[in-house]
């Protein structure tokens, strides 16, 4: 399945668009629609601090034992696992560092999404195709 690259923002123009792809994340009885950034450079997957509160989870410092590194290197990380459901694609469960970060944008990264996805960028036609693997 091919996705569009997208921007944040109407005012943005293509030139800042990146390769952001729809999903749901679930939890126990809940779920929320959220966009994430595919990041083939992102060692692993980030979820925002937010996100992990609307999915019913509470942060415990005591649990906070993943140091990012990056634009999020000085956040303290717990590790937190979700359902994921991207557009017909059989339901997976991927494993999130989740950052104490009002900032923290939704990443999707190696681990472990390119491990269960195949990825292929066309940022020449800011597309991104997207399959399970197989």
Known sequence: MRFK????????????????????LRRGDRSIKAVGLVDSGATVN?????????????WDERRAIIQLAGNL???QAIPFTAIV??????????????ARSP?????LGQT?????FNVCFYRSKADIEI????
Do not use: C
């Open 85 to 98: 459901e991207i557009a017909n694609f059989p339901l997976t469960e991927l494993v999130f560092a989740w």
């Open 103 to 107: 900032n923290a944008p939704l990443i």
């Open 5 to 24: 690259y997208s921007t944040t923002s109407p005012t943005q123009n293509e030139f800042d668009s990146l390769p952001r792809i729809p999903l749901v």
């Open 131 to 134: 399959t399970p693997k197989s």
């Open 46 to 58: 980030v979820l925002p601090y937010e996100l992990g509160l609307q999915l019913g989870t509470e």
């Open 73 to 75: 290197g000085n956040q």
């Open 112 to 116: 472990n999404f390119f491990l269960d």
